[in-house]
């Protein structure tokens, strides 16, 4: 097992140091030095080992100077970052980089990058990140982009403060620990439209209720006063200009609730394709989401992990920043999670108006489901995320709750413009 373990370490370390410690002047060193030293085994009569002695002193005393300097003489620096909080995958984001000099000395040749970044994130290297040289109490800002190919939440751990003097050909480097958070949200194409089957249930209490305590009533006019009415709603100035009593009259508003709730079950050994459309229903999730978020709707989100995930938004009460946090960090289930997620959706599905579904396939449970929130009242609307036939046919169901639109992964990643 330690064999093992050592031979893995190898195999990801030395191409890290080729990769990440070697100047284009250092790899040019380092094959002339592999190149030299496979010659020199075949014939001693041509002198080329004078090259292999000349490249492995040049390359011994960067490495030398380079990395004991900086572990044994260690730059006093401060560096901080501050990269955003949230970005989308797919996307970039560039961010200022604050280095600043404590010593009496000068420092050339500094390359700032992050440290011990995941495979998801990619550092864009460019000059903006090379300083030539940093004068004593010195201070600089460069430029830091980074690129991202997966979804999640992720933890930058620090910066990387790398010198390849004096012969640049090697960079000796010394890490600074300054922890980020950050959260990758899915791509999505934004909707054009969305169509949402009317309820007949409406949740009493209007777009006011979603900002404040209490009932909404909306005010539309006055009338006489009529016994049992409240003194409260006596409109004094008008009783003053009639001389009879008249009393402020009101009309109770009422807003949908949305539910949105995503299925994540993944089966254990499923193929690549089943992945992509995990994904590809997440994006799908946050568009409707996005969608949403732009009316006058309270949203209710409804995810299995495997935890189970339960969130209201509105206005007031959530952005659509809490709902892709939650989509950002959502992971499939390897066991069926209906039995656990339906519980709670009929718990709240008393005030919920539609309920739209979005699937990744369509089988017996699911179609319980469907029945059961249905009968309860609320309209449904669903889709199925696939790369491939569901299980079983949907058609026979569409009767029920309309037309069951499928979707792949390929048009998903094309842009569904109208849902």
């Known amino acids: 097992m330690k064999k093992v373990k050592y031979k893995s370490f190898i195999l990801e370390w030395l191409p890290m140091i080729y990769r990440e410690r070697l100047t284009g002047t250092g790899k040019v060193l380092f094959w002339i030095l592999v190149l030299s030293s496979a010659l020199g085994l075949y014939s001693f009569g041509i002198k080329i080992y004078f090259m292999f002695i000349v490249s492995f002193v040049l390359l011994f005393i960067s490495v030398l100077y380079s990395d004991l300097f900086t572990r044994f003489f260690p730059p006093r620096f401060v560096v901080s970052h501050n990269p955003p909080a949230r970005s989308t995958c797919g ?37 903006e990140s090379y300083v030539a040289n940093l004068e004593p109490h010195g201070e ?60 007949k249930r409406h949740q009493p209490g209007g777009i006011s209720l979603t900002s404040y305590l209490g009932d909404s009533m909306e005010f539309i006019g006055n009338r006489e006063f009529r016994h049992g009415d409240s003194p409260r709603n006596i409109h004094w100035r008008s009783w003053a200009r ?31 394709p089943a992945f992509e459309a995990f994904e ?29 995930y339960y969130l209201q938004a509105g206005r007031a009460l959530a952005y659509l920043d809490n709902i892709l946090d939650i989509l950002a960090c959502l992971d499939r289930c390897t066991e069926p999670p209906f039995d656990r997620l339906e519980p709670v959706l009929l718990e709240n599905l008393s005030q919920i108006t539609t309920c739209i579904m979005v699937f990744l396939d369509w089988d017996e449970t699911r179609e319980q489901m469907v029945r059961t929130t249905y009968s309860l009242g609320t309209s449904v609307k669903a889709y199925i995320v696939r790369d491939g036939p569901p299980t079983v046919d949907p058609a026979p169901y569409e009767e029920l709750v309309g037309r069951i639109a499928r979707i792949t992964p390929e048009m998903e990643r094309r842009g569904v413009e109208n849902l």
């Open 242 to 272: 009639l001389g009879k009593p008249v009393v402020k009259e009101f009309q109770e508003e009422y807003f949908c609730r949305i539910a949105l709730l995503l299925d994540t079950y993944v089966p254990p050994g499923s193929k690549p």
């Open 140 to 199: 600089v800002e460069v430029e830091c982009t980074l690129s991202f190919t997966k979804r999640g939440h992720y933890v930058l751990p620090g910066l990387v403060v790398q010198t390849s003097f004096p012969f640049g050909m090697w960079r000796g480097e010394r890490f600074f620990a300054d922890e980020k958070s950050l959260l990758v949200y899915p791509h999505f194409h934004p909707l054009k439209s969305l169509d949402i089957p009317a309820g």
């Open 280 to 308: 590809s229903a997440i994006s799908i999730a946050a568009a409707i989401a996005d969608n949403l978020s732009r009316q006058e709707y309270i949203i209710d989100i409804f995810a299995a992990g495997p935890n189970i």
């Open 91 to 127: 996307h970039s984001v560039s961010f200022k980089v604050h280095l600043r000099n404590l010593t009496k000395k000068w420092y050339f040749d500094l390359f700032i990058r992050e440290g011990r970044i995941p495979s998801a994130i990619i550092e864009k290297r460019s000059p």
